[in-house]
């Protein structure tokens, strides 16, 4: 073990008699579930079932979701497996109770001390573990590696700060990468920098590019397109802060009658975008307090969690948030994934900052199924085009759909590279 990694465990061991104090000054603050307080310190929820589990882990809401696929094709290929799913927000565990298949568990992942960590494992006695994205906890990947479970490390990606950061600790991240059994990055870039921080890499895929279209409440959808009427639907999805005033004046010279509707990447930031809207002097509504749509309402603030299926559902053009910070002069967010809209067959625009999804950006682009727009007068003349000529906003979203079928390659791949990791059929539970 490397001198930084010893250092890492000794210090964490010292800190961690602080945690119960801090994780109830958390769950105060809203941030930590209080009932399940017990699970960051590696205290189980539940009984460990019989026979062997698989454990997936993704740290918030994007991670969590991504692993939804994954669960479903482990599910339907090894029913004999019990499924442990772990994540570290009250949001992302608020979005699973309602998106996990029945059967599936679903833990807090313990905070990072050497107790916490033993106490999860001894617990849960996992076949395999699988990580997300860049979940490099050292005293977990060590502790699973002391205790011989195979682990993964999938759909990974390192920033370029990210690995700076760890290139100053090379002996520990070439420790820590050695760890795992199977490591996927999901783009070209996150590869290279994992195998010059020593991992060695088996391929590349990348979770958030498979999955089924997102779901919805056919009743609410049901409800809003009556209530919304003969009007076009422009969505704008997981916008954030200076966003929504942004597409408001932008959108504005727009000539057909249209409800806008503003889902923010942020539920709890409703009641902010609803002030910004009354300073506007714009008429709205906002569906986290019932408010109904009629002919008067401009603006929908959708306002809630895990609808965002039924509101793509709803558009006749959807404009992704997270994307225009180059045009407000704002430090860059890096974009939201257009496959969501794209699997639905919506049109879909985007603003210059598509850092986040620049292969799916790119590969959208190339199809004619995404428009990267450049201002506000761009933004406006294009919806507007897309709102003048359905033929062609039909069109594109077929394009969307057809693109995003072929992205969705993925998981198959990530299937075929994890069946020699999971325990063979019939092999009982896992000591």
């Known amino acids: 073990m490397s001198l930084a990694l010893h250092a890492y465990r000794q210090i964490t061991g010292l800190l961690e008699g602080f945690a119960p104090r801090l994780l109830a000054a958390r769950a105060r603050a809203g941030r930590e579930d209080p009932a399940r307080v017990g699970e960051r310190l590696g205290a189980a929820g539940r009984p460990r079932p019989p026979g062997p589990l698989v454990w997936l882990h993704g740290v918030s809401v994007g991670e969590t979701l991504s692993l939804l696929p994954?669960?479903?094709?482990?599910?339907?290929?090894?029913?004999?497996?019990?499924?442990?799913?772990?994540?570290?927000?009250?949001?992302?565990?608020?979005?699973?109770?309602?998106?996990?298949?029945?059967?599936?568990?679903?833990?807090?992942?313990?905070?990072?001390?050497?107790?916490?960590?033993?106490?999860?494992l001894d617990h849960w006695h996992p076949a395999l573990g699988v990580l997300v994205e860049s979940e490099l906890w050292p005293n977990l990947i060590l502790a699973a590696r002391n205790r011989g479970i195979p682990m993964a490390l999938v759909s990974a990606r390192v920033t370029e700060s990210t690995h700076r950061s760890w290139r100053r600790l090379p002996g520990a991240a070439h420790t820590l990468l050695g760890g795992f059994d199977l490591v996927l990055p999901q783009d070209a870039a996150s590869a290279a920098r994992l195998a010059d921080l020593g991992a060695r890499i088996d391929g590349e895929a990348n979770l958030k590019l498979a999955g089924d279209p997102l779901p919805h409440d056919r009743a609410a959808f049901a409800r809003l397109s009556e209530a919304i009427g003969d009007r076009a639907v422009i969505v704008a999805?997981?916008?954030?802060?200076?966003?929504?005033?942004?597409?408001?004046?932008?959108?504005?010279?727009?000539p057909q009658a249209f409800c806008l509707v503003l889902l923010p990447r942020?539920?709890?930031?409703?009641a902010e975008i609803a002030a910004l809207l009354t300073r506007e002097g714009r008429a709205h509504a906002v569906r986290s307090r019932d408010e109904p749509v009629d002919a008067g309402v401009e603006i929908y603030v959708a306002d809630?969690?895990?609808?965002?299926?039924?509101?793509?559902?709803?558009?006749?053009?959807?404009?992704m948030g997270g994307s225009f910070a180059p045009v407000?002069?704002?430090?860059?967010?890096?974009?939201?994934?257009?496959?969501?809209?794209?699997r639905l067959g919506k049109p879909t625009l985007s603003g210059p900052d598509t850092s986040n999804w620049t292969a799916v950006a790119a590969l959208l682009t190339a199809r004619g199924a995404l428009r990267v727009v450049h201002s506000a007068i761009e933004l406006a003349e294009t919806v507007e085009a897309l709102l003048e000529d359905?033929?062609?906003?039909?069109?594109?979203?077929?394009?969307?759909?057809?693109?995003?079928?072929?992205?969705?390659?993925?998981?198959?791949?990530?299937?075929?590279?994890?069946?020699?990791?999971l325990p063979p059929p019939g092999g009982g539970e896992r000591a």
Request: aromatic share 2%; no cysteine; hydrophobic share 50%.
């Open 237 to 254: 999805a997981s916008t954030h802060p200076h966003e929504e005033v942004f597409l408001l004046r932008a959108l504005s010279i727009v």
């Open 304 to 319: 809630t969690l895990g609808e965002m299926g039924l509101f793509l559902r709803l558009a006749d053009v959807v404009v």
């Open 70 to 120: 994954l669960v479903a094709s482990l599910q339907a290929d090894r029913p004999d497996l019990t499924l442990l799913v772990t994540s570290g927000t009250a949001t992302s565990a608020n979005l699973l109770a309602e998106r996990l298949p029945a059967g599936v568990i679903h833990q807090f992942i313990p905070v990072d001390g050497p107790r916490a960590v033993a106490a999860f």
């Open 390 to 421: 359905p033929v062609e906003a039909r069109a594109m979203g077929e394009r969307a759909r057809r693109a995003a079928a072929e992205a969705g390659a993925s998981l198959g791949r990530l299937m075929q590279a994890l069946t020699p990791l």
């Open 266 to 270: 942020h539920p709890d930031r409703g």
């Open 328 to 342: 407000l002069g704002r430090p860059a967010v890096g974009g939201h994934n257009p496959l969501e809209p794209a």
